[in-house]
C-alpha cells in the first residue's frame, strides 16, 4: 500500500554563483577524470542487491566547469616525460583505479603507458606530456553508503515514524550521499595535497511531491540531481581551488 501512495523527490546540493570564479593563471593546469562514477548493481545468492564494481559516465564530463583548466588531451606528447619518475606514475594510476577501478583505464590511456602486474617492480609506467605546471585529478562520485536519515537524532527517528504512520501525509527526509576529491599534483606528478568533499541530496518522501518541484534544485530523478549535485561541488572546487592558489600562481616556478 506504501508503494501505491509513496512518492520521491530529490534536492540537489548546489552552490551560489559568487563561487564559480576564474583567475587565468599564467599556469598550464591540465584536467584528468572529472567523470562522474556510480557502482554497478548485482545480486547475490539470495537475490539481494549489493554494489559491486564502479563505472565511469565518460558521457557527461565536468572538466568545462573548471574555468582555469584543459582536458589532458591538450598537453599530450608522443615521448615520455623524462622529469615523471615511474613510482609517481604508478601512485597516480592507482591513486584513480583504486576507486572507479578499470572503467578508469581509457581516461588514463590518453596519456600514460602502463602495463599493472603484481609484482610492481616489473610494472610499466610512463606519463607521455609536455608544458604542464599542475595536474589535477579529479574524482566525483556517489558514496557506498546507502540512504540514511536527514536527522540522525532521537527526534529525526521520531518523525520518520510519523510519516509512516500519516501514510507519509507528513513527509520524510533521508539524505543520499554524494561525495568528491580532487587531487593537486607539481610538473613532476608529485602530489601536493586534495580537496575533499562530502555532500548529500536530499530525498524526500511523501504522496504530495510534485507541490515541490517547482524549484529548479528539486525533481523527480535522482540520477539528474545527483549530476546537478556533482556538478556544483566541481564548482565550489574551483573555487576553493582558486582562492588557495591565487597567490601561488603569482610566484616563479
Avoid at 66 to 82: E, M, T
Avoid at 91 to 98: Q, T
Avoid at 151 to 180: H, R
Wanted: charged content about 25%; overall charge positive.
Amino acid at each position: 500500500m506504501f508503494t501505491l501512495i509513496r512518492c520521491s523527490s530529490y534536492e540537489s546540493y548546489t552552490v551560489p554563483d559568487l563561487k564559480y570564479t576564474q583567475i587565468s593563471p599564467e599556469r598550464k593546469i591540465a584536467l584528468v577524470g572529472f567523470l562522474p562514477y556510480n557502482y554497478l548493481m548485482q545480486k547475490d545468492r539470495q537475490g539481494e542487491l549489493y554494489r559491486s564494481s564502479a563505472t565511469i559516465d565518460y558521457k557527461n564530463s565536468m572538466k568545462l566547469l573548471f574555468l582555469d583548466g584543459k582536458d589532458i588531451v591538450s598537453y599530450v606528447s608522443r615521448n615520455g616525460n623524462p622529469k615523471i619518475t615511474r613510482d609517481n606514475c604508478l601512485d597516480f594510476v592507482y591513486s584513480y583505479l583504486n576507486v572507479v577501478k578499470d572503467s578508469g583505464q581509457m581516461e588514463l590511456q590518453k596519456f600514460i603507458d602502463y602495463e599493472l602486474t603484481p609484482d610492481l617492480s616489473k610494472s610499466k609506467c610512463i606519463v607521455k606530456t609536455v608544458n604542464v605546471d599542475f595536474y589535477i585529478l579529479g574524482i566525483p562520485g556517489k558514496s557506498i553508503n546507502p540512504w540514511r536519515n536527514y536527522d540522525e537524532s532521537i527526534f529525526g527517528f521520531f518523525k520518520s515514524a510519523f510519516s509512516v504512520l500519516t501514510f507519509f501525509i507528513y513527509p520524510t527526509k533521508q539524505v543520499e550521499p554524494v561525495n568528491a576529491s580532487f587531487h593537486i599534483y607539481d610538473s613532476n606528478l608529485n602530489l601536493i595535497e586534495k580537496f575533499e568533499y562530502q555532500k548529500h541530496v536530499i530525498v524526500t518522501t511523501s504522496w504530495w511531491f510534485n507541490l515541490n518541484l517547482d524549484n529548479n534544485r528539486v525533481s523527480k530523478d535522482i540520477i539528474s540531481s545527483i549530476r546537478q549535485s556533482q556538478e556544483s561541488i566541481t564548482k565550489e572546487f574551483s573555487y576553493d581551488f582558486n582562492v588557495k592558489y591565487k597567490k601561488k600562481f603569482k610566484e616563479p616556478i
